[in-house]
């Protein structure tokens, strides 16, 4: 079994409205796609975990005539959930079919950029794989960052830290957050971030939640 770690760049065409306004947009930070079912007939139910001002993605949506409805459950100030169902177009059947065949696996989550480009990781059979970097539509363009085997450890196979959680985690490291005895506070991360302390606290318990279950999954 094969992994591809993989950067998608779209055509401004193709470029969902959603993802359009997060480039644009500096109140919003990322989207990332979790889980999805994707409807023969009907529209599409998705889950997005993002990062941003509530109120700037709810106007995105709003503004999106292809989004049928949609609920929000907010994380703090500065992140929410968010349940969507949206008609599909013809460029995401193209796409998504691509990575949707037998032997191949869509790893969550997907992230959706704000340099408007879109990152996930595929696992499968290197033929599969090879067909499926073929089938990809011209409106988009496939960069692949990583291949190798699958070595994920299974507290991170399905929950990856988001960037602004590594920023997070990087500021509180080099503020002495971490250090014994404790130096920074979050409310310095908070300050290195320009974020509201509560986010900041959100954003490190992420963090220490997937060190500690990656450590306790690796002890004999």
Do not use: W
Request: glycine share 4%; aromatic share 6%; with cysteine.
């Amino acid at each position: 079994m094969k992994s591809l770690r993989c950067t998608l760049r779209f055509e401004e065409s193709a470029m969902h409205p959603i993802h359009r306004r997060l480039v644009t947009d500096d109140a919003l930070v990322s989207d990332q796609l979790l889980h999805s079912h994707r409807a023969e007939n009907g529209p599409d139910t998705l889950l997005f975990y993002v990062e941003g001002d509530h109120d700037a993605f709810v106007d995105a949506l709003d503004a999106t005539e292809r989004i049928v409805e949609y609920r929000i459950a907010p994380l703090g100030d500065d992140a929410c959930y968010a349940y969507v169902r949206e008609e599909s177009t013809e460029f995401d059947a193209q796409l998504e079919g691509a990575f949707e065949r037998p032997g191949l696996l869509l790893i969550p989550p997907v992230e959706f950029r704000s340099d408007g480009t879109a990152r996930f990781t595929v696992v499968g059979e290197p033929e599969a794989l090879q067909t499926a970097l073929e089938d990809v539509p011209a409106e988009a363009k496939i960069d692949i960052n990583r291949i190798g085997d699958y070595d994920a450890p299974p507290s991170t196979a399905d929950a990856t830290l988001t960037d602004r959680q590594r920023e997070a985690a990087a500021a509180a490291f080099e503020l002495g957050y971490y250090d014994v005895p404790r130096e920074g506070s979050v409310s310095d991360v908070a300050d290195r971030l320009d974020c509201a302390p509560g986010t900041a606290s959100e954003h490190l318990r992420k963090v220490e939640q997937q060190a500690v279950a990656a450590m306790l999954e690796r002890v004999p």
